[in-house]
């Protein structure tokens, strides 16, 4: 009796995989790959960073299920990304569209990324410059040579005597 | 000048910190509304009296009013519904719009807790919502007098939200009774 019991409340957990996991039928394959990288590329309103096919929320489901009728229509992929972002903004892209607002996003790596280039090699050019500079100063010719000798020795002679 | 460029990192940081302070007062799950200054979508749906008949977006022109997107499962219109009988103390016209609900538990509701609504529209599936890009609800919009949206607030409508609107309002022609 009480393995029935216990049988019992074991298939209630079964009920607990819910995850978002609608059916949908698609007239053909090319509807149903739109529809997946649609769901995938969208962005929940609500939740923050899930999309659309993740997201259980019933915001989500109601977005899917109008790309999915959007997709049985026959509507293109243009046509329902911007039926989306009529309605809620830039936000609900996951790749967001090149417009003048979003040059800083897509061409700001680059050109950071030559700006930082440019910084390297205008320190390596310098580089070669300076060391070249230090070695004509250290060649000095046999008269200021022995000079030089007189000066050093005449020092450590004064710091003996002291 | 090489005494200026030791000063860019600590330039650099004040500029991010300048951002960074402003990002603690800012709501990141705060979405804009992409219909600010467009007019009201085209629809066509019955009144939550079903006596009333059709709606359709012509019932909102003639009058700068307040749209609130509500549902009888949402506890935060709840909580907002007391203000908003205040507000139609007021005289402030406001538009409902029943969002994915049961008509018998909404209209239970109004009776039981009052009735703020000029109109009333039952949206069940949520195709209004979904045309003004409702993600949560309560939402409250202001609508001018030619049916365009000019302001959506997410959330509960309380006396410091009312001021935010009520400047909206005036700002497209309301004028405030008594």
């Not at chain 1, 969208?42 to 009728?69: F, G, T, W, Y």
């Not at chain 1, 903004?89 to 990324?113: D, H, I, M, N, Q």
């Not at chain 1, 910084?119 to 070669?128: A, D, G």
């Not at chain 2, 467009?38 to 939550?48: D, G, I, S």
Request: aromatic share 10%.
């Amino acid at each position: 009796m009480l393995r029935i019991f216990a049988g019992l409340l074991l298939m209630l957990t079964f009920q607990l995989g819910n995850a978002a996991i609608d059916t949908y039928e698609f007239n053909d394959e090319q509807a149903q790959k739109l529809f997946r990288s649609l769901t995938e590329e969208l962005r929940c309103p609500k939740c923050q960073n899930q999309n659309l096919a993740d997201s259980n929320s019933p915001i989500a489901s109601d977005l899917r299920r109008e790309v999915h009728r959007m997709v049985q229509e026959g509507g293109d992929r243009q046509q329902i990304v911007d039926f989306m972002v009529a309605r809620y903004g830039e936000f609900v892209l996951y790749k967001p569209r090149l417009t003048v607002s979003t040059y800083l996003l897509w061409y700001g790596p680059w050109a950071l990324l030559v700006i930082g280039v440019l910084v390297v090699f205008l320190i390596i050019r310098k580089k070669p410059k300076q060391q070249a500079q230090q070695q004509v100063a250290g060649t000095l010719d046999g008269q200021q040579r022995q000079r030089l000798d007189e000066l050093l020795a005449s020092n450590t002679e004064e710091r003996e005597q002291k | 000048m090489r005494r200026t460029l030791l000063f860019l990192p600590f330039a650099l940081f004040l500029g991010m910190g300048f951002f960074l302070w402003r990002g603690l007062s800012l709501d990141p799950s705060e979405l804009p509304s992409a219909l600010i200054d467009r007019p009201m979508p085209a629809f066509e749906l019955a009144a939550l009296d079903q006596a009333k008949g059709q709606y359709s977006q012509e019932d909102f022109k003639g009058r700068v009013a307040l749209l609130n997107v509500w549902a009888t499962w949402c506890p935060t219109c709840k909580q907002e519904h007391s203000y908003l009988n205040e507000l139609k103390r007021k005289g402030v016209a406001i538009y409902g719009v029943n969002y994915k609900d049961e008509r018998d538990k909404a209209v239970q509701w109004l009776v039981r807790d009052g009735d703020p609504y000029m109109l009333n529209i039952f949206d069940p599936e949520g195709r209004l919502g979904l045309d003004l890009g409702v993600y949560g609800a309560p939402e409250t919009y202001v609508i001018d007098a030619e049916g365009v949206i000019r302001y959506r607030h997410v959330g509960a409508v309380d006396q410091q939200v009312w001021q935010t609107l009520k400047s909206v309002m005036l700002s497209v022609g309301w004028q405030e009774k008594g």
